[in-house]
């Protein structure tokens, strides 16, 4: 009975017959369906749009001179990669328009595995910036490191019930569906009547039809028009990605025209604090749309109706009647400049205030302690063994890295670092499982002239990773990421110069975008004067442990010869362990 007077009533309003909670006053309306920007108020009741026209009421929020638009939604987010907790994230993206997230927890389910997942709708739960999740398909993402944990579709199965769990993340494991793994194609079954993002760089032809048609419906990682273009063509939902890394929109946006548009979504993917801080969130992707030549009410739509369409949102994404009242009053359309935020009817920011209190209902102090088997800085010798070794080779802008074959640089019968020719020793310390596990290898192109960097950021699985001209202060910047429970240090001469605890499974913090964005930024500044080359040195280092993206990189196990997706040993022709 409840529910029937509240539609009577919703109905009354509409028909100017009562009065609604709410009035937008006085602005402008853009119509996400037409493409229209109308002068026109809107009516709000019981957090649902009644009416779009003329209305009046006791509560009015006066919009005049602004331009009233849905909430903006990303359609695919790795929260983690902020560095920021699901509440400090919502303070951080509701000024600039945010009011939904998909967001995939691979990051922290590579860690904790179901604690993990439980954690983040916990911690999500009751903010002003609905989080909606896709269960992370591919934990661990090899069987070539120590991962925290392993999913199978039977632990996936317990989220379907859900309300915020929309279906399957990015199934990164495209050559296991083509491969007819059951464990993989399981997982696809499982989420058969929701949503399966997919994740299939530079997959074509017939291949790509099979991946397709095992049910993947979207697609992030596209670079080139005439991937996307295939991809599109074949039905794909294509997510433009505009992160911190990985930088796409110029290139695929001129493939979304007034015909097809509604096929796109603006993504970040991955978003550092610092670009947070600095750019924005969806507000910096549509002013870049608009940029490139975009209409705003199309850039708009690109983060708003058609992502709500393509997760199967009915009741968000659009100004009007029976959609949920989320809802921004835009000062400026081009650039995108936020003056109110209303979220479910209630206005929760305005003029630069969040209204009301963020804040999350799980415990941020410590999730996820380190669990490293005690280890001293011999740890870290390499024997000489006579012989060149392997050396990753960084090429500079790009995740992939070359496989260089090298003379070591020997003292004392033991393998070093080689500051003046840049080839530097990186190690992984496994950190989930006290298996005193440690990999051991040499990098050339990171730069340090001194000191040692070392993150529990090391993607997928999350060990700790180090680099340094010493083992000495390699050693120390570890053993600093341990202390401090996750998070970056830098060292130089045994002394920890900088440092940014992320307290949150090793991949978060509880403080604020503002704290931590200068704490990053401190990292990168430390880490130039040490003499890094890189302009995000702490990036670099967490894919360096990434054996899924080519051609030699480093896990607790060792080197992995990505091409051959298989370890190989340091020393090239060590008949003991060589193969191929």
């Keep these: 009975m409840k529910e029937l007077a509240r539609l009577k009533n919703l109905i009354r309003v509409a028909q100017g017959e009562k009065a609604p909670d709410l009035v937008l006053k006085g602005g402008r309306v853009l119509n996400v369906f037409t493409g229209e920007i109308i002068r026109a108020d809107v009516a709000v009741y019981d957090g649902i749009i009644a009416g779009v026209g003329s209305y009046d009421g006791p509560a009015v929020i006066d919009a005049r001179g602004g331009c009233v638009t849905p909430g903006f939604m990303d359609a695919h987010m790795h929260l983690e990669s902020t560095l920021l907790s699901p509440a400090q994230l919502a303070k951080a993206v509701l000024p ?72 399957l993340a990015e199934m990164m494991n495209y050559p296991g569906v083509l491969r007819g793994i059951d464990s993989v194609l399981e997982k696809l079954i499982a989420f058969r009547h929701g949503i399966r993002d997919g994740h299939a760089p530079l997959l074509s032809g017939k291949g790509l039809n099979a991946y397709i048609a095992a049910g993947a419906r979207s697609d992030h990682e596209c670079t080139g028009r005439a991937e996307a273009r295939e991809k599109l063509r074949l039905g794909m939902h294509i997510m433009i990605r505009e992160g ?81 009242a989320d809802l921004l009053v835009l000062q400026s359309l081009a650039p995108v400049r936020v003056r109110s935020v209303i979220k479910g009817g209630r206005k929760v920011f305005h003029e630069g205030t969040i ?32 012989g060149p070794i392997r050396v990753i080779g960084l090429i500079p802008d790009q995740l992939l890295t070359e496989q260089r074959v090298l003379e070591p640089a020997v003292r004392d019968s033991v393998v070093v670092s080689d500051v003046r020719r840049d080839i530097l020793k990186l190690a992984v310390v496994e950190r989930h499982r006290g298996t005193g596990r440690i990999g051991l290898g040499f990098v050339q192109g990171f730069g340090l002239k001194a000191g040692a960097l070392a993150s529990s950021v090391a993607h997928d699985s999350h060990n700790i990773i ?36 992320l307290p949150i499974a090793g991949l978060m913090s509880d403080r604020p975008l503002a704290e931590v964005a200068l704490g990053w930024e401190k990292m990168r500044r430390v880490a130039r004067d040490l003499g890094s080359a890189q302009d995000e040195p702490f990036m670099v280092l967490s894919f360096l442990a990434l054996p899924v993206i080519p051609e030699l990189k480093l896990t607790d196990s060792g080197l992995v010869d990505v091409n051959r997706f298989e370890h190989v040993p340091l020393v090239v022709g060590n008949g003991k362990t060589e193969k191929g």
């Design 96 to 167: 600039r328009g945010t009011t939904a997230i998909m967001a995939d927890p691979h990051e922290i389910a590579n860690i904790l595995g179901i604690e993990g997942i439980r954690y983040m709708l916990e911690a999500s739960k009751g903010l002003p910036v609905d989080i909606y999740f896709l269960l992370p398909s591919c934990v661990p993402a090899t069987d070539l490191e120590t991962s925290g944990a392993s999913l199978s579709a039977a632990d996936l199965k317990r989220f379907r019930r859900e309300k915020r769990v929309l279906g």
């Design 244 to 324: 911190t890394l990985a930088k796409n929109l110029k290139e695929l946006l001129p493939l979304a025209t007034p015909r097809n548009s509604g096929r796109f979504s603006l993504v970040t993917d991955d978003l550092h604090p610092h670009d947070l801080m600095k750019r924005g969130h969806l507000d910096h992707l549509v002013d870049m749309a608009v940029a490139e030549g975009m209409a705003p009410g199309e850039a708009i739509g690109m983060v708003t109706c058609n992502t709500a369409q393509y997760f199967g949102l009915r009741d968000v994404g659009a100004v009007a009647p029976g959609y949920r």
């Design 355 to 386: 209204i009301g209190e963020v804040a999350s209902g799980a415990d941020c102090a410590r999730i996820g302690a380190m669990n490293v088997r005690p280890f001293d800085r011999e740890a870290f010798a390499i024997p000489y063994e006579g």
């Design 466 to 501: 180090g680099v340094g001209c010493s083992d000495g202060d390699l050693f120390t910047a570890v053993k600093a990421v341990e202390e401090m429970n996750g998070g970056l240090a830098a060292v130089q001469g045994g002394k920890v110069l900088a440092g940014l605890p």
